[in-house]
Each structure stands twice: as structure tokens, then as C-alpha cells.
T-cell receptor, first 116, second 113 residues
Framework: ETGVTQTPRHLVMGMTNKKSLKCEQH?????MYWYKQSAKKPLELMFV???????ENNSVPSRFSPECPNSSHLFLHLHTLQPEDSALYLC???????????????FGPGTRLLVL | GNSVTQMEGPVTLSEEAFLTINCTYT??????LFWYVQYPGEGLQLLLK?????DKGSNKGFEATYRKETTSFHLEKGSVQVSDSAVYFC????????????FGSGTRLQVQP
């Protein structure tokens, strides 16, 4: 029973569509993360937010646009994606590392995205 | 930079067999180490962790010991069950810094009745 939820769980979109992935955490954390899990590749960090401020963009293309309106919510806005962007997108949260020493990240179930 | 290397799978075992999944790491500092498990169709769940050298993490019969001298964090279980079939990920996070996780490539475990 995870305290991190993601919607939708599955998404099919065309290359010209615009869609958004949503993540919500109920753990009182203040750092949130987006990861990408592709077939046959290790999990890749995409973005890190700490105290609602983006602190890392791991060379992600601009067709992925994150948004963190508050410490409980994280979005990933998608536009003009490519078929190679099809993957499982995982959200995670943790305590902010400069405030707490407990750094364990807790993951949501992911959104499986298929770009046609 | 940081990196994590895991043994390639799939690992196929019979029920009640002994399990070892090897994990070694490279890090510039003193990382915390984690094992996460991903069951089919689900996200990652934390299985166990260790935050300093010689610490042993344990959960649900799984164990792993933080070995600084060999930079390893091997996962073990004495008697696996069919329900343990999943993909297991070794990961590290730097103590100093942004704490985002660096993952290994994952090892698929298949346990047969």
C-alpha cells in the first residue's frame, strides 16, 4: 500500500497530442522525482523537485515539462512525443535531504505510456 | 560518477532454493544502498536498505550487507517462494548531494513450484 499515487495508470497518445501525468504523495514528503523506465534500459532519473523548486533536469528533452505546484503534487506535461518515449513513468517522493537524514524514496505504481 | 552493476538475469530457481543476486557499486562518496522489488505490472517497492558500512538490511526473509571493502550489496534469501518472482533492483543514493537514486539494470527472478 503505497502513499504515492499516479494517474492515469495507462495512456495511449498520438505524437501530436498533449497530455499530463499526475502524481500525488500522502506521506508528508517535500522532495519529488520523475523516473523513466524503458525496456532493456536502467531506470533513468528525469527531474527532481525539492521544496517545490526544480533542482535537477537530467538532460530531458523539452517535450517533457514538469510542474510542482505544491509539495504533494507533481505533474509531467507531455507534448509532441515520439514513439521512443513509450515507457513506464514512475514518480517517487522522499524527505528533503537538507532537512532530514531519512532519504528513502517511495514510488508510485507508474503510468505506462504508449506513443503511436 | 556513480554506477551500480547487477548480475544479469533471468535467474530461475525452484521453490525453497537459496537465492543470491549480486550487486556492486561505484560511488564517489559514502552512499546509502537499497534493494527495490518490482512485481509484474506494478511500481517499485522498497525491500531493504543499509546506510553505512557493515549494516545489514533485512525484510521478508531477504538480507543484504553493506560491504565497503568489496563495494558490494548482494541480496540473499534462504528459501524462495513462487511469490518472490519479480524484478529486483539494486540502487544507491549519495549521502551528500541531491539523493536521487542510481539504479542497476535489474535482475528478473523466476521461482518455479
Amino acid at each position: 500500500e503505497t502513499g504515492v499515487t499516479q494517474t492515469p495508470r495507462h495512456l495511449v497518445m498520438g505524437m501530436t497530442n498533449k497530455k499530463s501525468l499526475k502524481c500525488e504523495q500522502h506521506l508528508g514528503h517535500n522532495a519529488m522525482y520523475w523516473y523513466k523506465q524503458s525496456a532493456k534500459k536502467p531506470l533513468e532519473l528525469m527531474f527532481v523537485y525539492s521544496l517545490e523548486e526544480r533542482v535537477e533536469n537530467n538532460s530531458v528533452p523539452s517535450r517533457f515539462s514538469p510542474e510542482c505546484p505544491n509539495s504533494s503534487h507533481l505533474f509531467l506535461h507531455l507534448h509532441t512525443l515520439q514513439p521512443e518515449d513509450s515507457a513506464l513513468y514512475l514518480c517517487a517522493s522522499s524527505q528533503e535531504w537538507r532537512v532530514q537524514t531519512e532519504e528513502t524514496q517511495y514510488f508510485g505504481p507508474g503510468t505506462r505510456l504508449l506513443v503511436l | 560518477g556513480n554506477s551500480v552493476t547487477q548480475m544479469e538475469g533471468p535467474v530461475t530457481l525452484s521453490e525453497e532454493a537459496f537465492l543470491t543476486i549480486n550487486c556492486t557499486y561505484t560511488a564517489t562518496g559514502y552512499p546509502s544502498l537499497f534493494w527495490y522489488v518490482q512485481y509484474p505490472g506494478e511500481g517499485l517497492q522498497l525491500l531493504l536498505k543499509a546506510t553505512k558500512a557493515d549494516d545489514k538490511g533485512s525484510n521478508k526473509g531477504f538480507e543484504a550487507t553493506y560491504r565497503k571493502e568489496t563495494t558490494s550489496f548482494h541480496l540473499e534469501k534462504g528459501s524462495v517462494q513462487v511469490s518472490d518472482s519479480a524484478v529486483y533492483f539494486c540502487a544507491l543514493s549519495e549521502v551528500a548531494g541531491r539523493r536521487a537514486l542510481t539504479f542497476g539494470s535489474g535482475t528478473r527472478l523466476q521461482v518455479q513450484p
